[in-house]
């Protein structure tokens, strides 16, 4: 799917105002929390795994900017039933272009700190799982 600059805003815009999955999420086995040190973005990823490996739910909480609020509006909505390992493949650069590449390249690391923190969060559950 490839958007054009307007489409791309107004699918960002939407995103920002409309925010999918937004809210703490009780008895999440994933919960880290992630910023972008060059800005004020912050974001807290939840992920509830199901006993097969699958994204069972995922929400977000934070504040900053469109780019990073309406991206992780939508990783919330990209990763939904995804499995542990198909959401540590994503591709950051795959992100950019689903979120419209013009409109987010000048501010790359806004539009992926979601996605880097949930990978992350599912990283750390993975080594805990392996601990027990």
Known sequence: ???????????LVDHYQNPRNRGP???????????????????E????ISPDGH????????????????????VTEL?????????E??????LMDDLGRE???ARPTCATVALGTLKKGIHEYHMRQRAE
């Open 55 to 74: 994204v069972e739910h995922v929400s977000f909480e934070g504040q900053g900017c469109t780019i990073s609020m309406a991206a992780a509006s939508y």
């Open 103 to 105: 409109v987010v390249m």
């Open 89 to 94: 493949q994503l591709d950051f650069e795959a």
């Open 1 to 11: 799917m490839t958007m054009d600059r307007q489409e791309a805003i107004e699918f």
């Open 25 to 43: 999420l009780p008895d999440a086995q994933v919960h880290l929390t992630g910023g972008n040190p060059g800005c004020a973005d912050t974001v």
């Open 79 to 87: 990763t939904q039933g995804m499995t542990l390992d198909e959401v």
């Open 45 to 48: 990823m939840y992920a509830r």
